[in-house]
């Protein structure tokens, strides 16, 4: 049974071993939340359904009516993740990601307000809070008088958070807080902040960073104008300023200068939300491709009937499922009380939200030229989608993030490894056990081999694509190996030799999270009933694996000091260098 406090199904991977329990069975909702949430997609219908009108005209304006947040107040949108104690519904993460689905079919607008109120903007209050502070927050946030945003983005901090100026500085039991906050998503409209600011300077350096929980209310905190945006233009995104704002000592956060590591637990427990959204606005653009696809004819044929518009369509169903089976197998860890997903996490924001991009591209493509008109909605949904694969993480950085995090593990057990053979020489007729413990346990993570590289109970029909999960997770020990051995200390600044690692670790959890949910189908149905399922599955493997060897060999034989060599001729010309004139 694996260890909930310590074991996350990827690293486990890149070590050889494939945690069973954590990937089978696949996470359900229980009979009575499933009807929930029917339900509650009944009335999200009948709320959002009739506003199609509505929201283009809200994306053209630049904002979001009060009287429709009052509705989403009224709805309960704004209590989604807060416990029923405190006047929530208390869902948990699997089901509040389903949610944010439903609402993301209809406009992502709206369910970007509502998932930075829940997924980041109180989420640390659900984790870290105080049970003070939660008697005192919960019940105003749960009926959306409070409505939360998460300050943490700077003019000079984004990707780098930890380079952020806001400063906090003690005054007796208070603490005096200034800086300013860009990009905050609900700045508008919120009235609850969990802010980031460093605090206590040691050796006239930085300092740490430390959270806290700032309301509109306290003297000194001011919101700037609404921004004019690409996409999601209705929600009030705002700078946030705070001029010598009093914030007292009950209102931080987890515990002082701890404050990094509460900024990237709130993400990395609320991006089921912006998966659960990519979903949802996924199944939407199938809708409408298809019913397009349908209805358009050329040469007295409909569309749909063609192969090259099948394949795109096909490509999305692909898509979609996968890409749902990964977001639903993370928050069911969540759920399920593990504490180490956050390498799970990033890679199911990488993968929806680029799913998503890859959706709309095709969907708009399928409606041709009505496509590219704003009387039709693929283009808002375009632009509104092209912002997830840069908030909440940039998908270069969770690429970097997802490979290191691996490599650190293979390489501590290598240097592990390494410091076993000083007793060779130190007792050289001891050193003979050590030497063939040393050269068993090398080999096994070099090749993955040892034991705990194959899946149980996997059905016939799918056998082959969990063959292929197994043999390139063995690839996947020796890439690491390799990575380590020829750039040693040196990994770090190799970032397109970690980002062919990260592919690898991407393709395989998310056939690993394919194949639990096929087999959870036919387990449920049967194979013959499972029969498109097990397709698709086929299809991904497929697919998975070709890229997976295109990583493995690239390791070695690429062009990555060309391709920067070009780029660095660039950025010292600052323009394209040749013309035909």
């Known amino acids: 049974m694996a260890d909930k406090q310590t074991t996350s199904f990827m690293r486990s991977l890149c070590m050889g071993r494939i945690e069973h329990d954590i990937l089978f069975p696949f996470p359900t909702l229980p009979a009575e939340q499933q009807q929930t949430l029917r339900e509650v997609s009944g009335a999200l219908e009948d709320l959002l359904g009739p506003r199609a009108e509505d929201f283009r005209a809200w994306d053209v304006a630049g904002d979001i009516p009060d009287d429709f947040i009052e509705e989403l107040r009224q709805f309960g949108l704004f209590g989604l993740v807060v416990p029923e104690e405190h006047g929530g519904f208390g869902l948990g993460n699997m089901a509040y990601s389903r949610t944010l689905q439903e609402v993301a079919r209809y406009d992502a607008s709206v369910a970007v307000t509502i998932g930075a109120h829940s997924s980041i903007g109180m989420r640390g209050l659900l984790l870290h809070g105080t049970e003070d502070q939660r008697q005192r927050y919960y019940p105003r946030l749960a009926s959306g008088e409070l409505i939360a945003a998460y300050c943490l983005t700077e003019p000079g901090a984004g990707s780098d958070a930890a380079a952020i100026k806001t400063r906090a500085e003690r005054d007796g039991d208070d603490w005096i807080l200034n800086g300013n906050k860009l990009w905050i998503t609900n700045g508008g409209i919120a009235s609850f902040f969990t802010v980031f600011a460093r605090t206590e300077p040691e050796d006239g350096g930085k300092g740490k960073m430390t959270a806290f929980l700032v309301t509109s209310d306290m003297d000194g905190v001011s919101i700037g104008p609404h921004e004019d945006k690409m996409g999601l233009r209705a929600n009030p995104t705002t700078t946030v300023h705070f001029d010598n704002v009093r914030v007292p000592a009950a209102n931080v956060l987890g515990q002082p200068g701890k404050g990094f590591k509460v900024a990237m637990q709130i993400l990395n427990s609320g991006r089921t939300g912006l998966g659960g959204g990519s979903v949802g606005a996924m199944k939407r653009l199938i809708g409408l491709a298809t019913a397009q696809a349908n209805e358009r004819k050329t040469f007295d044929q409909p569309i749909a009937s063609y192969g090259l518009i099948k394949e795109k369509v096909g490509r999305m169903v692909v898509d979609c499922y996968t890409s749902e ?97 000083k007793d060779v020489l130190n007792g050289p007729i001891k050193g003979f056990g050590v030497l063939s413990d040393y050269a068993r346990k090398h080999a096994k993570l070099r090749t993955g081999l040892g034991g705990g590289v194959r899946l149980t109970g996997i059905d016939d029909s799918i056998r082959s694509p969990a063959d292929v999960f197994e043999t390139e997770t063995r690839f996947l020990a020796q890439a690491t190996d390799r990575l380590l051995r020829k750039h040693g200390r040196h990994i770090v600044g190799k970032q397109l030799a970690s980002k062919r690692l990260a592919e690898i670790m991407i393709d395989l959890f998310v056939l690993a999270a394919t194949l639990s949910r096929v087999q959870a189908s036919i387990d449920a149905n049967g194979v013959e009933k499972a029969a498109r399922e097990i397709d698709l599955l086929h299809v991904f493997a497929h697919d998975a694996r070709i890229r997976i060897k295109q990583n493995f060999r690239c390791i070695d034989d690429n062009d990555d000091e060309r391709l920067k060599a070009l780029a660095d001729d660039a950025f010292s010309t600052e323009r394209f260098r040749w013309d035909t004139i």
């Open 325 to 421: 089976a990964v977001v639903t197998l993370v928050a069911g860890l969540v759920d399920a009380g593990y504490q180490e997903y956050a390498v799970e996490a990033a890679i199911s924001k990488i993968y929806a939200t680029e799913c998503l991009w890859r959706t709309a591209d095709q969907a708009l493509q399928i409606a041709g030229g009505n496509g590219f008109m704003r009387e039709y909605p693929y283009e808002r949904i375009m632009r509104d989608c092209r912002i997830n694969r840069i908030f909440e993480g940039t998908n270069e950085i969770l690429r970097l993030f997802t490979a290191l995090t691996a490599m650190n593990d293979v390489g501590s057990q290598l240097q592990e490894l390494a410091d076993t053979m």
